[in-house]
Structure formats: C-alpha cells, structure tokens
C-alpha cells in the first residue's frame, strides 16, 4: 500500500483509507470484519464522524481498532451545531470515549456551520495542545472558507480538507485542490465511488474503466480510485461493509496508471466547467 505525507503532518497515511458512514447498517461483525481485514491490507487511515450512526459508528470503529491504535490514523469530525468552543471539546470527548481511544489523530469540522471559526479553531488548538488530537482539518470547504481558516490559525495548522470526490464530480480540481496544493493541504476525496452510484459496464466510461482495468488485471473500481490519487496531494477513502470489497479497494494501493490511461480516464469523466460565482445582489 502506497503512503504519503498528509499535509503538513509527519504522518506517511495510505493513499487507500476506509469511509465508515452507514457502517452501523451493516451486521456489526461483518462491518467490524470488513475494517480489520482493510486495516491488514495497509488501509489504515480510518475516516469516522460522531455524526454517524449518532456515534454507533465511532464505536464499531473502536471495537475494530481494539489492540492495534498504534497502527490505525483515526480521523474523526465534530458536527457544525456543536463546533462552538466548549461544545467542540465536548464533543471530541465524547468522541474519544466512543472510540475507547486516548487520541484522535486528525480532527475535523465536518462542515461550516453558524459558530464563527475562531471559536472551532482555538478548541481544536487547545485540544492540540492537551494531546487529544494530533492534528486538525476541514471538510467541505471552499477556497473563501479555507482561505479564512489559513488567516485566523496561521501557516501550517490547517492539516487536510474531506471533499466529495469521484469520476462524476471532479468540481474541486478547479479551484480547491490548487489551493490545497499551493498551501500544502491534503486533500482527502470521499465518497469515490459516488456514494454507491459506480459507472456501469455499459456505460462509454465504465468501458474506459474496464479497459483500463484488464491490462492491470485489476477492477474498474481500483482503476478509479488510483486515479483519484494521482496527484500528491490527493486522498481517498472509500467505505466497505463487506470485507470483499475492503480487499478490492486496497488492492488500488500499488496500482501505477500510465500518463495515457489517466488521460482517457480525464476524456471520460471530464470535469466540467468550473462553479459559476453566484451573482451579487
Ligand atoms: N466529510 C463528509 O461530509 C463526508 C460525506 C460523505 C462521505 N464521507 C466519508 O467518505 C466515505 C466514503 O463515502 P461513501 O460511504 O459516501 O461512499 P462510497 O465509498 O463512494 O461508496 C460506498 C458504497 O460502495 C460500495 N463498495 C465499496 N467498495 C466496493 C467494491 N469494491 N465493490 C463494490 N461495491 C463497493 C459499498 O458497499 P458495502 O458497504 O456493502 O461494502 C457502499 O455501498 C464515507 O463512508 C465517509 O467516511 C465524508
């Protein structure tokens, strides 16, 4: 499994990590099953939020990582109506008891909510500073967002960015991940396999993939994901109840795509044009 510095951290985390919304839908110990066998096969960058499940989630998460927390980057996210500044610390608390750890390693604000980010930002410097979290990030943010993050909390604390990122929403290339890029800001793609809605076969970019695919002698879906990762920067955590599916995604871990398959997959799934501005009234 290939790794790489996240951001600004230390820490070299899989290209390949695990999604785990809707995880408590699944029966628990195939759930629990899927995470162990992904974290065996290098996938150890597990992405969870107290959101879900209403923190069912978090739990599962603990029972899988139970006995092995020094190999495991748990990435976990305060909703926006708790991100004020006591309500954050409580909340990653919370948080850590669910997960039955002492650490989360990267702590996020799942999206902007009305608290004013100064308020979410000193809670997750203060909870920096106690050693529980290691580091902290966004999600779903934009360039104004991000760009506001970057002036109250200085250069370098800002750690990564989740964003929706598949083949069919490419709508981050054009102005987030440069900004990522440019600031030294991971950038963790979710939902790649658009939530569950995948390409088909009989779609013209589904036998891009499976072209593709065959001369690998790997998947559609491993194709995709490696090119969700092909640049530096990039991220991408899948989610699979099923440990068959967790096997097929880390499988993409050491998948290398030619410069000319990445272009046929770029003409297939084009990124369309960039967000138009919303005029000002
Ligand atoms: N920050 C945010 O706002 C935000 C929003 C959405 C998602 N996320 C994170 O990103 C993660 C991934 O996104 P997602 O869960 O929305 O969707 P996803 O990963 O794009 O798709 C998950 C679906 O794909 C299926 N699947 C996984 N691997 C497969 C394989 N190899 N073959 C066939 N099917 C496969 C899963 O089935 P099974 O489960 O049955 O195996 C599940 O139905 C989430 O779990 C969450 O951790 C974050």
């Not at 976990?76 to 109506?81: A, D, G, R």
């Not at 709508?171 to 396999?193: D, K, M, R, S, T």
Request: charged fraction near 25%.
């Amino acid at each position: 499994m290939e790794r790489r510095r996240f951001g600004p951290t230390k820490r070299d985390v899989p290209v390949i990590g695990q999604g785990t919304w809707c995880l408590e839908r699944t029966d628990r110990a195939t759930s629990i099953a899927a995470l162990r066998l992904g974290l065996d096969l290098g996938m150890t960058h597990v992405d969870t939020a107290e959101m879900y499940g209403s923190g069912a989630v978090e739990g599962l998460v603990g029972e899988a990582i139970a006995g092995r927390r020094d190999e495991v980057f748990v990435v976990s996210k305060v909703l926006p109506e708790h991100a004020s500044r006591s309500g954050t610390i409580a909340a990653c608390e919370a948080s850590l008891a669910r997960l039955e750890t002492e650490w989360i390693d990267c702590y996020l604000l799942h999206w902007r909510g009305e608290y004013p980010l100064e308020e979410t930002i000193a809670a997750f410097e203060q909870l920096q500073r106690e050693g529980k979290i290691r580091s902290w990030g966004v999600s779903n943010f934009d360039v104004p967002d991000l760009e506001e993050t970057w002036k109250i909390a200085g250069a370098g604390r800002l750690v990564c960015n989740q964003v929706l990122y598949h083949l069919e929403e490419r709508a981050i290339e054009h102005a987030v991940l440069p900004w990522c890029e440019n600031h030294g800001v991971a950038v963790v793609g979710y939902a790649p396999f658009g939530h569950g809605r995948f390409p088909g076969p009989r779609t013209a970019g589904g036998r891009v993939l499976q072209e593709i695919a065959a001369a690998h002698r790997a998947t559609p879906r491993q194709v995709a994901l490696r090119f969700l990762v092909r640049r530096p920067a990039l991220f991408t955590i899948p989610k699979a109840a099923r440990p068959e599916h967790a096997a097929e995604n880390a499988g993409a871990g050491d998948l290398q795509l030619t410069e000319a398959e990445v272009a046929c997959i770029h003409e297939a799934f084009p990124p369309g044009p960039p967000p138009r501005e919303l005029p000002v009234l």
